[in-house]
């Protein structure tokens, strides 16, 4: 039980002991992270010696490294229920003001033409230590999965010989609405029908093996432990997804944009019903799809020229000045 005159990088290491039973491994080595920023700052401060000017020197003293709205979540999530646990924070919550965090970018998505220049980079046999995560890329775009998702897919989550090929989604997932089940399009099943290969040939077998086995730490530079770990996921393709991207000329995209390509898509075909993309996409709130969906401009062009009492005109139109008569 916390104490007010303990420091606070031990109190903190106290409650995240404690809260880890209440929260999934994942976040456990998110908050992990918050209380390493947070005990870097205060240190051995006891809990009962700190103020609402100890908060805003942190917010300042973080802002040096970090952005307003991941300093506001470190606070939020750590901090304020330490405070809150030795009854310190009721003194602070009045004055207490988060820091003013930018408006959310509507992530990116693909044209057509930068999407078929996207599939041949990350399909490019002669770059073969980047084809995993060409693979993956291609199955993220198709099935709205983020890589966090698809990296903790197992064996038994892939379903390839079905009349509908699909997969499953129950570990790496956020909250409930993202445990899911996702059919296979066509370029989806190819890219999986790969990876599945590439697992048998690396000595998979089991049905709960991760599809994306982690190997081996790298010992120096140029030697890799060839062990492969199927009982633990593969932890990223950063680098090589960059590569791919780079050079498809897609400079600004980033691997999860994969997942707003495939909600903008889904968006843009009138057939999909709201259910269908709830279900599909693992999002049930309007603002989450709005943040990640950029409907096409060719889309809505298409949509309200409908409204047009008649079709356009064959001839140029006459333009007429601007301004008031």
Not at 182 to 192: D, H, K, Q, V
Not at 266 to 285: A, I, M
Not at 299 to 310: G, H, I, Q, R, T
Request: hydrophobic letters at 40%; glycine letters at 4%; one cysteine or more.
């Amino acid at each position: 039980m916390l104490e007010r005159s303990m420091p606070f990088s031990a109190a903190a290491a106290l409650w995240l002991e404690d809260h880890r039973t209440y929260i999934k491994p994942g976040t456990v080595r998110t908050y992990r992270q918050y209380v390493k920023s947070l005990s870097a700052f205060f240190q051995q401060i006891p809990l009962e010696n700190m103020h609402i000017g100890s908060v805003r020197a942190y917010q300042r003293d973080r802002l040096n490294h970090a952005c307003a709205y991941r300093i506001n979540i470190e606070v939020n999530s750590v901090l304020v229920p330490i405070l809150k646990e030795v009854n310190l924070w009721q003194h602070m919550k009045d004055v207490y003001r988060p820091l003013p965090v930018e408006r959310k970018k509507v992530r990116q998505n693909m044209s057509e033409e930068e999407e078929r220049r996207f599939i041949a980079c990350a399909l490019d046999a002669s770059q073969p230590r980047r084809l995993v995560a060409g693979h993956c890329m291609i199955v993220l775009a198709n099935t709205g999965m983020g890589f966090g998702e698809m990296r903790h897919l197992k064996r038994e989550d892939v379903f390839l010989d079905e009349q509908k090929p699909y997969i499953t989604v129950n570990e790496g997932t956020k909250n409930a609405f993202r445990i899911r089940t996702i059919p296979l399009n066509w370029l989806a099943l190819r890219s999986m029908r790969w990876l599945l290969k590439r697992w048998a040939e690396l000595g998979g077998s089991e049905p709960t093996d991760y599809l994306l086995p982690h190997h081996g730490r790298r010992v120096d530079r140029k030697n890799r432990d060839s062990h492969v770990i199927f009982t633990e996921p593969m932890l990223g393709i950063q680098k090589a997804a960059r590569s791919i991207l780079r050079e498809a000329g897609l400079n600004t995209m980033k691997i999860y944009d994969m997942r707003s390509h495939f909600c903008t898509k889904l968006l843009s075909d009138p057939d999909v019903s709201d259910q269908t993309f709830r279900e599909l996409f693992g999002h049930n709130t309007a603002e989450m799809r709005n943040r990640y969906s950029a409907q096409r401009l060719q889309k809505k062009a298409v949509a309200v020229e409908k409204l047009a009492l008649d079709p356009a005109p064959a001839v140029k139109l006459i333009a007429f000045p601007g301004g008031r008569k």
